[in-house]
């Protein structure tokens, strides 16, 4: 067949061009840029290289920061998925329980993660917060602006109480495409429960986990509003994770060098996991 | 293999079934002899698939027993039961090779192994899957894994019937014919109790002994396949199997003569039912199109093949009736009625003719 050329088409794929340019690729160029320079204000800028990375990748306040980071996400995989299975699969298939469960869960999805934070930060307080005094009133020495542990117990059980329902929600839809026959075939084969989850619900459910694992990951890797609310990355630099501390670096300190760099590094970081996970979890697909 | 005895049983979907119209199933009571094979036939939602539900234990009748060989089997389990059932579209274990899968209702159970194994390839090499023990189940055809499914009842060999739910509904025509004179031969092979849901009456009479017909919950027919043809006891077996379906036309009776409008139809009896209105059904096959016989008006004439289809119009009433591929419509048609044909239903149902 002849081939049509016509450089016409270029004009079809120009807006997404322009709106990926302004909105993508301009400010991460910006950011590069900033990455290979020193400033001492007044738009006066000096080369320096790789100057930023180095120090960067020397730096312990980077890797403690970093190793929060997957120690928080690792965490929160680990007790949301079970937990968001668990809850799936425990909720009614029809009757007037569906609509009511699926609200229910839908809500913390729906509360803006600053007012997330702030609800948290009220509630675990031990002078008014409800959480906070009655745990300290049944003996427990909980605080969190004080006590490192308390303060992560804090940011996790936020992070499980906010972000649960998204797993139990794709979890559920996987669920529920799943055809009657498939329980009935079962129970005429025997099947044990476990047997029914192991071969029937699981594989069904792959998909939409491996959705639920990669969005919970890379979020829970890029968290920042929720704990910046609470514990404000203290005490200490108990909860600063990575964003809390490249906020505290780009903002606080004025810093665009080093932020910059880190910004790429942690940008880098987060690209080359998300890949790892989705081509395990692909893979491994494609072999069964 | 077993008898089944279904025992005036009836079912509703309903907490509190009150009138007839709740039930899904108004009463059924009939046995399922053991080695038989049976089709339940009827339109949707006649209450076909909740009788077989009852059956194998997935639903649990309202009113009225169970009986597996004069075993009282109603309160059950599905799994107690060891019952076998093919579903409308194929169930198999994504995550297990196709020997998994047959493996799979024995495992449960707890078999040895060794004989895990040898039934397994006993029943790949019963449904020509031996060659494919090892692949992927999921990667398989629709009629393969429908295959599967058969099989995973096939294995066990104890079990007491193997159900049908409308089982090729998914599969291509070509492989229809196939899988259907496969299942065919299995039950000549080891005689299995088979009953076989289907709305499809091709289905149902190429695959049963014994056709049980159904109707608005409950049986109206069950038969062979020439009987359900000849002597359609409802007019709803008379519409429902054959293509075109019986026609059934009012007629008023006097004696041996039914009369509709001006004319006059001979009956090969006569009906022991009250004289007055009744209805007359024959079926398109015998009513004989020709020069001689009672006027009527050719309205349309389907060519399907092997015959044609001719509609006309008969005393005001549609008729539909048979000639050969080659015959022609004569130019003043007139239609006769075979007597041998003809069968007289009062209040629907069909009543007997002495001499």
Known sequence: MEKTWNNKAWFLVLPVLVLVAFSAVIPLMTVVNYSVQDTFGNNVFFWAGTEWFEELLQSKRFWEAMARNLVFSFIILAIEVPLGIFIALNMPKKGWGVPVCLVAMALPLLIPWNVVGTIWQVFGRNDIGLLGYY????????????????????????????????????????LVSIPDAFYQAAKIDGASRWAVFRYIQL????????????????????????????????????????????????????????????????????????????TVMTNYDAER | ???????????????????????????????????????????????????????????????????????????????????????????????MTVYDNLAFPLRNRRVPEADVDRKVRETLDMIDLASMANRKARRLTADQKQKISLGRGLVRSDVNAILFDEPLTV?????????????????????????????????????????????????????????????????????????????????????????????????????????????LGIRPE????????????????????????????????????IIGEDDEVPAEPRVRFDPAGINIYAGSWRVEMGA
Request: overall charge neutral; charged content about 20%.
């Open chain 1, 135 to 174: 745990v300290n009133a049944l003996g427990f020495n909980y605080n969190y602006v004080q006590d490192p542990v308390d303060a992560w117990v804090t940011v996790i059980i936020m992070d499980i109480w906010h972000w649960t329902s998204l797993v139990v929600l794709l979890c559920y839809a996987g």
């Open chain 1, 203 to 278: 594989p069904k459910m792959q998909r939409v986990l491996l959705i639920a694992v990669l969005l919970r990951f890379m979020d829970s890797f890029m968290i920042y509003t929720e704990p910046f609310v609470v514990t404000g990355g203290g005490p200490g630099n108990s909860t600063t994770f990575l964003s809390i501390d490249l906020v505290k670096m780009a903002l606080g300190q004025f810093d665009l060098g080093p932020a910059a760099a880190m910004s790429l590094v942690y940008f880098l970081i987060i690209l080359l996991l998300s890949w790892v996970f989705y």
């Open chain 2, 1 to 95: 293999m077993a008898r089944i005895e279904v025992n005036h049983i009836r079912h509703s979907y309903l907490p509190n079934p009150k009138k007839d119209s709740d039930f899904a199933l108004k009463e059924v009571h009939h046995t399922f002899e053991d080695g038989g094979a049976y089709a339940l036939l009827g339109p949707s939602g006649c209450g076909k698939t909740t009788l077989l539900n009852i059956i194998s234990g997935l639903l649990h009748p309202s009113h009225g027993q169970l009986l597996f060989n004069g075993r009282d089997v109603t309160r059950l389990s599905t799994q107690e039961r060891n019952i076998a059932q093919v579903f409308q579209f194929p169930v198999i274990y994504d995550t």
């Open chain 2, 171 to 279: 599969i291509d025509p070509h492989m229809k014919w196939v899988l259907r004179s496969q299942l065919k031969q299995l039950h000549r092979r080891f005689g299995y109790t088979m009953v076989y849901v289907t709305h499809d009456q091709t289905e149902a009479l190429t695959f049963a002994d014994r056709v049980v017909v159904m109707y608005d919950g409950e049986i109206v027919q069950i038969g062979t396949p020439a009987e359900l043809f000849e002597r359609p006891r409802h007019t709803f077996v008379g519409y429902f199997i054959g293509s075109p379906g019986m026609n059934v036309l009012p007629v008023a009776l006097e004696g041996r003569t039914a009369m509709l409008g001006a004319q006059r139809i001979e009956l090969p009896g006569v009906p022991k039912a009250e004289a007055g209105a009744v209805e």
């Open chain 2, 286 to 321: 015998y009513v004989k199109l020709g020069r001689e016989g009672m006027a009527v008006s050719v309205s349309k004439v389907e060519d399907v093949g092997r015959h044609k289809v001719v509609r006309a119009n008969f005393e005001g009433k549609e008729i539909a009736a």
